[in-house]
């Protein structure tokens, strides 16, 4: 049965928390630019840039679960099979690179950094490349779990025998996890309940709220 | 082993000798204080003026003399806050 053309949660709940999840994901940008600016501190630049490409990445998929919607209710399938693909590329492209840029901001002093950055732009373009053929974007969720799995065994190696896992890495975890899960959610043939799609994304806020909180403990 | 200064650490050093010397200190004593290389020193140098944290001052003696300006004491107000925002994230 197609959904209801006033459907609550695409409607009411999905903008509200696309628009502040992107207003957190913009203030954590804007607010270390400063620190970035008299530093040139690598870390910071890659950290910012996550946060950048998160942003974005809520924005594209808010667009694409609108048109995904609309064209359902209206029954415009044919102009889906046009857009969608190009919308996945995209959302393929920013979130992986949103996902890399986490990752680099850890890792950073451990590796050449323009090969480093190099294989993180081929990596999310191959990705997009694939989601766009498959015309998928299920296939982005497939794919960045790999990278997340594979993403956190590395870093267990790296750190073993060190400390356990960090609240820092723990809450990088949930940004990456969360956004795979908030992926899910657009799909109407999402595995769980509607109540559930607004507990993740509360979740997912709180977790913004918190990195955000933690960053004006030392930049006011 | 003394521990390799990062190189963040090595810039707010360099401002902290100019600024504890009443913001004038010329560049061979600053070098010697640095603890660097002249190499080192030479390359942070080139870096701290092209950033405009310092500028040069040529007094009517001709003597040169390195100062902060406004970013470079930006910089050290901040340095702390920065370096705390590095390890909460551990960037």
């Known amino acids: 049965m197609p959904p209801h053309f006033f459907d609550l949660h695409i409607l009411i709940i999905e903008p509200i928390f696309t628009l502040v999840t992107v207003i957190f994901c913009f203030l954590i940008y804007f607010k270390t630019k400063e620190s970035y600016d008299l530093t040139r501190y690598k870390g910071i630049g890659y950290f910012r840039d996550a946060f950048l490409f998160f942003g974005l990445s809520y924005v594209l998929r808010f667009v694409f679960s609108l048109v995904f919607f609309s064209t359902i209710v209206f029954d415009l399938i044919p102009s889906r099979e046009i857009f969608s693909p190009f919308f996945i590329f995209l959302l393929g492209y920013f979130s992986t690179m949103g996902i890399f840029y986490l990752i680099f901001s850890l890792v950073w002093k451990k590796f050449n950094n323009r090969n480093m950055l190099i294989f993180g732009h081929s990596i999310a373009v191959l990705l997009s490349v694939i989601s766009f053929i498959t015309r998928s974007h299920m296939m982005i969720i497939y794919l960045q779990c790999i990278l997340l799995v594979i993403a956190v065994v590395l870093s267990f190696v790296m750190h073993m025998g060190r400390k356990k896992l960090s609240k820092t890495k723990l809450l990088y975890l949930l940004v990456a996890g969360l956004w795979l899960i908030n992926l899910l959610v657009i799909d109407r043939r999402k595995p769980f309940s509607s109540g559930l799609d607004i507990f993740f994304e509360a979740v997912s806020l709180a977790v913004f709220a918190v990195i955000y909180h933690k960053i004006l403990k030392w930049i006011k | ?91």
Not at chain 2, 52 to 81: C, M, N, Q
């Open chain 2, 1 to 91: 082993m003394t521990k390799k200064r990062e190189r963040l650490e090595v810039i707010f050093d360099i401002l902290k000798d100019i600024s504890e010397h009443h913001n004038s200190i010329k560049p061979t004593p600053l070098l010697r204080r640095s603890g660097l290389s002249s190499n080192s020193f030479s390359e942070y140098y080139k870096e701290l003026i092209s950033k405009e944290f310092i500028r040069e001052i040529v007094d009517e003696h001709g003597k040169k003399y390195v100062t902060l300006s406004d970013k470079g004491f930006t910089f050290l107000e901040k340095y702390k806050l920065i370096i705390g925002f590095i390890g909460e994230f551990e960037l």
